[in-house]
């Protein structure tokens, strides 16, 4: 079976300054992809980053950035030059890559806020 | 940009009662799923979808829980008596195969 856990129930960071966000995971599969999800207080669901166990290099979407430490099966997210929009509740997701699909696991989240 | 839809929005009803949840995955995916989110915890998988029949399914969704695509392009969750510790926000996703999975806006449902 597959667990994430993201330690910091809460982060707060200045407007403009980077974030990472913790996050472990376990598995005995190698074959995985690991992703990170925001959700505004709207409630909505938006995907932001994937990597997947096999890739060479670290994700990068925009601002965001995925540091994947294989070795101590971490995926921290890296949010560059945070806004205040920035600020809302952050899970990292799991699942394994077989054929077909196979569900996301999820961690508890963490809550960043961007103060100005 | 295509997108997952859900309806409705936000969902009241009594404890017992029975709710559909709809959902309009995004049209050249294959694979569905429901999630759902109780309030202030993580998103927990119900059950995924995948050639007009159930692929995997969690402890959670037991008996109570159901699913159909009736029709090419909606997917729907039925829940037939519902309870209390039914409350959460529902989620539906889909992907193409291999790809990133994409959720719709969420139900929310209350239960009372």
């Known amino acids: 079976a597959q667990k994430i856990t993201q330690t910091q129930p809460g982060m707060f960071v200045q407007e403009k300054e980077a974030v990472t966000l913790d996050c472990t995971y376990d598995?005995?599969?190698?074959?995985?992809?690991l992703f990170w999800y925001k959700q505004p207080s709207s409630g909505e669901m938006i995907f932001l980053i994937y990597?997947?166990?096999?890739?060479?290099q670290n994700a990068t979407e925009g601002r965001y950035s995925l540091n994947f430490q294989k070795a101590r099966k971490s995926a921290n997210l890296v949010i560059s030059a945070s806004q205040l929009g920035d600020s809302a509740m952050y899970f990292c997701?799991?699942?394994?890559?077989?054929?077909?699909?196979?569900?996301?696991?999820f961690g508890k989240g963490t809550r960043l806020s961007v103060i100005a | 940009e295509p997108e997952v839809t859900q309806t409705p929005s936000h969902q009241v009803t009594q404890m017992g009662q029975e709710v559909i949840l709809r959902c309009v995955p995004i049209?050249?995916?294959?694979?569905f799923y429901w999630y759902r989110q109780i309030l202030g915890q993580k998103v927990e998988f119900l059950v995924s979808?995948?050639?007009?029949?159930?692929?995997?399914k969690s402890e959670i969704f037991d008996d109570q829980f159901s699913v159909e695509r009736p029709d090419g392009s909606n997917f729907t969750l039925k829940i037939r008596s519902t309870k209390l510790e039914d409350s959460a926000m529902y989620f539906c996703?889909?992907?193409?195969?291999?790809?990133?999975?994409?959720f719709g806006p969420g139900t929310r449902l209350t239960v009372t």
């Open positions: 996703a889909s992907s193409a195969p291999g790809y990133e999975q994409y």
């Open positions: 598995t005995s599969d190698p074959s995985y992809g």
């Open positions: 990597q997947g166990s096999y890739d060479q």
């Open positions: 997701a799991m699942r394994i890559l077989v054929s077909g699909n196979t569900p996301l696991v």
């Open positions: 049209s050249n995916h294959l694979y």
């Open positions: 979808f995948y050639n007009n029949e159930i692929s995997e």
